[in-house]
């Protein structure tokens, strides 16, 4: 009962947002035409004297400009773009940090106590850590980007480092970007308007089959070098990307292989909304070794072999109707039977409906259903419906103020998945899958939160 509910809830929270969304107000069409005639980053907009709205329909989601303005390597083609041009003072960072309350419930959760399963539940007040942007150019058409991050209990990490070459011999064709860094995806993680600990991620790219050893992650920033290029206002852009097979993390782990990816995405005129209607498609190719060289029984890192292939693709678009903002994703994975539990290949696939109703520059209503389902399990004696997942979220942001120094939101959201066999993604509850593969397993999120960046 509790799941026609939350698919009822869902349903309606998006069509209510396309029957509002024809009617938006000619004062907020002329203010977003200015927008896009005219990043979570406030650094850039203190550089060129600009509110964050000239990026962002509603921060941290880049508008028609904004995507330009990246492409672009962070310059708008004018004297600021020079370090030599900029003052003294100026440092280009951004901090992010977001304190927040939130609640956490995820059933059937086997303990020591509870070994047929129990609710495990949590609730209190919270901080998300530190995300310290540090993003500009070193030279004309000479890119850099490093964002360490503080997590709340004191550890530090490099999110991204990169440099980027940018209009090579003159041509935005021509751009290469070296480091780490996210993959090119339509729909960002990175720039993601959902931050609860079940809303706050994307099963199409984060989930693997029971029983998996793969971390591939199409979400997580990835080391290697992009060459990408864009015309003149990004309507067309590509993206070919060689990296190492260790999903982002330094020192070469897993060995000698590499990893291909490509995106390929046309936008249209846009045809009476808040910005361009955009398509694309993607493809990933990867690597994982199955052996490694061994002292005293323990893997030699770096000494991977054995590599066994794995493959993601997809397509992906961005609609406006009016105000309504609508982002689909569709996606087919595949692994190799070595990197699985059993003798066949692993292969599943992923559905997913964002819409964001831009009520005002300073109000967003959000929603997403997501589904994943396992086509081909890789051991032939599991359920085939183990693994299968659900995902709802339901959310707001407003903003109070948004200036070229700093900016606020007010953040509310509510998310579930609904997981078969299998313990939830977000890590919520005991991580223990249950007993019974046929178990649906609910992990429920409820966020209030203070979004800021200065």
């Known amino acids: 009962m509790s799941w026609l509910l939350s698919a009822a809830v869902t349903s309606g929270c998006l069509a209510a947002a396309l029957a509002l969304s024809g009617g938006r107000s000619k004062a907020y069409t002329a203010y977003s035409l200015a927008v896009h005639k005219a990043s979570a980053i406030p650094a850039f907009a203190r550089k060129y004297g600009l509110r964050c709205s000239a990026c962002h329909t509603v921060w941290p989601e880049l508008n028609a400009f904004g995507q330009r303005f990246k492409d672009n390597g962070y310059q708008l083609g004018n004297e600021r773009d020079s370090p030599m041009w900029q003052s003294p003072a100026y440092w280009p960072i951004a901090m992010r940090t977001t304190p927040q309350w939130h609640l956490e419930s995820t059933t059937h959760q086997i303990t020591d106590a509870a070994p047929a399963g129990k609710t495990l539940s949590q609730t209190g007040f919270d901080l998300s850590g530190v995300d310290f942007l540090l993003l500009g150019t070193l030279h004309k058409n000479i890119t850099f980007g490093l964002v360490p991050t ?26 290469l970007k070296v480091g780490k860094f996210e993959l090119d995806n339509l729909l960002s993680e ?11 991620f994307l099963y199409a790219y984060h989930y693997l089959p029971s029983g998996s050893a793969n971390n591939f992650g199409f979400g997580d920033n990835q080391i ?6 864009h015309s003149f206002n990004s309507y067309t852009r590509y993206s070919v990307a060689l990296l190492t097979t260790d999903d982002g993390e330094p020192g070469l782990p897993g060995g000698k292989s590499m990893d291909a990816m490509f995106t ?8 009476g909304g808040l910005g361009p209607q955009r398509v694309g498609v993607f493809g990933y190719l990867g690597h994982r070794p199955t052996t490694f ?43 190799d039977a070595a990197l699985g539990p059993g003798p066949e290949k692993p292969t599943w696939n992923n559905a997913l409906l964002e819409a964001h109703y831009v009520a005002t520059p300073r109000f967003m209503v959000q929603g997403r259903y997501e589904l994943t389902r396992m086509s081909t399990q890789g051991d032939p004696a599991t359920p085939q419906t183990l693994g299968d997942a659900d995902a709802f979220a339901l959310g707001f942001r407003y903003y109070p103020f948004m200036i070229s120094r700093d900016g606020m939101a ?45």
């Open 224 to 229: 290697g070098a992009e060459f990408s290029g």
């Open 264 to 271: 390929l995405s046309q936008a249209f005129a846009p045809g």
């Open 293 to 335: 060289e061994t002292v005293v029984g323990a893997p030699i890192p770096g000494t991977g072999a054995g590599n066994k292939s794995f493959y993601r693709i997809g397509a992906t678009a961005q609609l406006w109707l009016g105000n309504l903002e609508l982002l689909p994703l569709v996606s087919h994975a595949q692994d």
């Open 410 to 454: 007010l953040h509310g959201e509510f998310a579930m998945t609904r997981t078969t066999g299998t313990a939830p993604l977000s890590g919520d509850g005991s991580g223990v899958d249950p007993a019974d593969p046929a178990t649906k397993v609910w992990s429920r999120s409820l966020l209030l939160a203070f979004d800021f960046a200065f």
């Open 150 to 175: 503080l997590d709340a209990d004191g550890t530090t990490g490099l999110e991204a480092a990169f440099v980027r070459f940018d209009n090579l011999g003159q041509s935005p064709w021509a751009n």
């Open 190 to 200: 990175k720039r993601f308007t959902w931050l609860s600990n079940n809303g706050g």
